[in-house]
């Protein structure tokens, strides 16, 4: 060998490996890829976490639909007032207005417009014939403190005291019925969260006793050695925890382009007149969104744990 064929030789040898090549040195995992472990876990697990993330974001949206409808009809009051004629309608009025400033706890009352309260009968008596036919009563619109809504009593008889023709409106009905609506609609989004969790469990279940079955020799060989049930359960623990990740990962990108295109159309002005609040990914709305991916990836690798712990209980 001439001295140019051994620098030649010494330059290959010092020289670094591709980084393919190292990747190549590393330890295969316990269950390969492929089968009911691999690529069609990661794609349910997928599936699995854009519907939890989903189903999380539907009950933060209601619960903050509920908290600003309800807040909104526990701090305003809606007195009526009715009468033969439009002059005893206006004293009604000024009896009413002169009640409600020196109630304390009472912050504003404000009449609304008789065109605008004509406007909200059109719908029912047609444009117009509401004012031409209908002595309208006036509406006179409260925003009152906690303090005096929880104790409307005293100003009711005040009320009806100084102006015959008054009643009060305290929203109580409608605050009820929206509550429980709410209610229903945060305990169907819990309830479709369950349902998502209980599937990410039966998958798991599923594809860890599939990749047992598959790799039956190669468990039989790690028992032969003096490998014990829980080495082989913490393996398999390992490997489906990082297939539960890469499925909730993209799962959970999936669902914030959802939600982020959902929150881009309701801004865009087609939901404008909507009575749902403004819609926006952001916040601590994330953190909670987080908590979803991380359930599915969790449940999926404690319930393979288990799993493949009473497995081969049974089976050695």
């Given at each position: 060998m001439t001295?140019?064929?051994?620098?030649?030789a010494?330059?290959?040898?010092d020289?670094?490996?591709p980084?393919w090549?190292?990747f190549r040195?590393?330890?295969?995992?316990?269950?390969p890829e492929a089968?009911a472990?691999g690529?069609?876990?990661?794609a349910?697990?997928?599936v699995?976490?854009?519907?939890a993330v989903?189903?999380m974001?539907s009950?933060l949206?209601v619960n903050?639909?509920?908290s600003e409808w309800?807040?909104?009809?526990r701090?305003?009051?809606?007195?009526?007032i009715k009468?033969a004629?439009?002059?005893?309608?206006?004293a009604?009025?000024?009896a009413a207005?002169?009640?409600l400033?020196?109630?304390?706890?009472v912050?504003?009352?404000e009449?609304?417009g008789?065109?605008?309260?004509?406007?909200?009968l059109?719908p029912?008596?047609?444009?117009?014939n509401?004012?031409a036919?209908?002595n309208?009563p006036a509406i006179?619109e409260v925003k009152?403190?906690?303090?005096?809504?929880?104790?409307?009593?005293l100003?009711r008889n005040r009320?009806e005291?100084?102006?015959?023709?008054?009643?009060?409106?305290d929203h109580?009905?409608?605050?009820d019925?929206?509550s429980?609506a709410?209610?229903?609609?945060?305990?169907?989004?819990?309830?479709?969260?369950?349902?998502?969790m209980g599937a990410a469990?039966?998958?798991?279940i599923?594809?860890?006793?599939a990749g047992?079955?598959?790799?039956?020799e190669?468990?039989s060989?790690?028992?032969?050695v003096?490998a014990?049930?829980?080495?082989i359960?913490?393996e398999?623990q390992r490997r489906?925890?990082i297939?539960?990740?890469?499925g909730?990962v993209?799962g959970?990108?999936?669902?914030l382009?959802?939600?982020?295109?959902t929150g881009m159309?309701?801004?865009?002005g087609?939901?404008?007149?909507s009575?749902?609040?403004?819609?926006?990914?952001?916040?601590?709305?994330?953190l909670?969104?987080?908590?979803a991916?991380?359930?599915?990836c969790?449940v999926?690798a404690l319930?393979a744990?288990?799993?493949?712990?009473k497995?081969?209980?049974?089976?050695?």
């Amino acid at each position: 060998m001439t001295q140019e064929e051994s620098q030649a030789a010494e330059t290959e040898g010092d020289a670094p490996q591709p980084r393919w090549q190292l990747f190549r040195n590393r330890a295969a995992p316990l269950l390969p890829e492929a089968g009911a472990a691999g690529a069609p876990l990661v794609a349910v697990i997928t599936v699995m976490s854009f519907l939890a993330v989903l189903a999380m974001a539907s009950l933060l949206m209601v619960n903050r639909a509920a908290s600003e409808w309800t807040s909104e009809l526990r701090s305003e009051i809606t007195v009526q007032i009715k009468g033969a004629n439009e002059t005893e309608i206006a004293a009604g009025v000024s009896a009413a207005l002169r009640v409600l400033e020196e109630t304390e706890g009472v912050i504003e009352a404000e009449e609304r417009g008789r065109e605008e309260t004509a406007a909200l009968l059109e719908p029912w008596l047609g444009q117009g014939n509401a004012s031409a036919f209908l002595n309208i009563p006036a509406i006179i619109e409260v925003k009152a403190t906690p303090t005096l809504h929880d104790n409307l009593e005293l100003l009711r008889n005040r009320l009806e005291a100084a102006a015959p023709g008054a009643s009060l409106d305290d929203h109580s009905r409608w605050h009820d019925r929206l509550s429980n609506a709410a209610r229903s609609g945060q305990a169907m989004a819990f309830g479709v969260f369950l349902l998502v969790m209980g599937a990410a469990c039966a998958i798991s279940i599923f594809a860890a006793r599939a990749g047992l079955a598959a790799n039956h020799e190669i468990v039989s060989v790690l028992h032969l050695v003096g490998a014990t049930d829980d080495f082989i359960a913490t393996e398999v623990q390992r490997r489906f925890f990082i297939l539960g990740l890469r499925g909730a990962v993209l799962g959970l990108a999936a669902a914030l382009l959802a939600l982020g295109l959902t929150g881009m159309v309701m801004r865009s002005g087609l939901a404008a007149d909507s009575f749902l609040p403004e819609f926006s990914v952001g916040g601590f709305m994330i953190l909670w969104l987080l908590a979803a991916p991380v359930a599915t990836c969790l449940v999926t690798a404690l319930t393979a744990r288990l799993t493949v712990l009473k497995t081969l209980s049974r089976q050695y």
